[in-house]
């Protein structure tokens, strides 16, 4: 008997081949989409009507079932409260990794286990493999478009019932064989913007949903002086240099914000750079070093990745050293760590060092 098979459809092109390639290999495939949001959203993000319509279509023309998923009191509690939770202490989240983490490879995976499905299937450009009795994640062949740093946080049970077939192909080929099969969404443009937050105005979102006021506060330099007034900790990330609205002999880039302080520190872009960085919530794919490892490592989904020194530490945490100086570490994202094409592990940036 072949083997189940649920894909997590979006309506976009990838997750519609990743359907294409699961029934052409023999397995019994449905198709699934989660509803998560209930709000308007953006023709450029996910979960639009459009979406829901195209992943629908896709499904029909290879005869396979199609569910629809109400999850959006657990999308609203696990992932846009926690959103709002990390801004108001001063980080800035990566909602799409909270989501991978808590809906598509938990909810969903709930979801078809209890339905009798052996697995769940995504087009996320990433591979899991079996050897030496574990599962690994590795990089999508295409490392243009490579998912796995929005992975890190997967367990081994989760990563034994997923199936992950586009991460074997380029994204050329992958719109060809949507292309081919006669696919409405194979020219369809890659989602880019966040669903809750549609118009990408986050200040607007965290006051309308997460009631959240923000409170001005003083800019600061390194040495304490006041350099002028900001609107809110919410309106600013590290790195940021447009919209400061202060005067200066040179640019000014935000280095770092005081939550308890309500200040944001701004300097120069030699200030941006650190060296090391503590993170905390660990999860390790591979299995978790008892001392100093050495790997590579990113702070940013599009950033290359640096050699450097994980140090796991007594409470949990994890200090990461690297061999170069790395520019505007931010807390509250993702820090995750390689070796050659296998993901180690990573965890959630607390502060750089």
Known sequence: MAKRVMIAMSGGVDSSAAALLLARQGYDCAGAMLKLYDGETAEGGCCSASDAEDARAVAARLGMDFYVFNETERFARDVMDFFVSEYRAGRTPNPCIDCNRCLKFGALLDRALSLGYDYIATGHYARVTFEGGRCHLLRGVDRSKDQSYVLYQLTQAQLAHLLLPV???????????????????????????????????????????????????????????????????????????????????????????????????????????????????????????????????????????????????????????????????????????????????????????
Request: with cysteine.
């Open 167 to 353: 991460g074997e192909y380029d994204k050329k080929s992958i719109r060809a064989l949507a292309a081919e099969a006669g696919f409405i969404n194979a020219e369809k443009p890659d989602s880019q913007d966040i669903c809750f937050v549609p118009d990408g105005d986050y200040v607007n979102f965290l006051h309308d949903y997460g009631h959240v006021t923000p409170r001005e506060g003083d800019f600061v330099d390194s040495a304490g002086r006041v350099l002028g007034r900001h609107r809110g900790l919410e309106a600013y990330t590290t790195g940021q240099r447009k919209g400061l609205g202060v005067s200066a002999e040179k640019r000014l880039y935000v280095i770092s914000k005081d939550a308890a302080a309500n200040t944001v520190l701004l300097g120069d872009d030699a200030a941006l750079y650190s060296r090391s960085l503590l993170a905390s919530r660990l999860n390790w794919i591979e299995p978790e070093p008892d001392g100093m490892l050495r790997v590579t490592a990113k702070t940013r989904y599009s950033q290359r990745e640096a050699a450097a020194t994980v140090t796991p530490l007594a409470d949990g945490t994890a200090r990461v050293d690297f061999d170069e100086p790395q520019r505007a570490v931010t807390a509250g994202q993702a820090v995750v760590f390689y070796d050659g094409e296998r993901v180690v592990g990573g965890g959630t940036i607390e502060r750089a060092l």
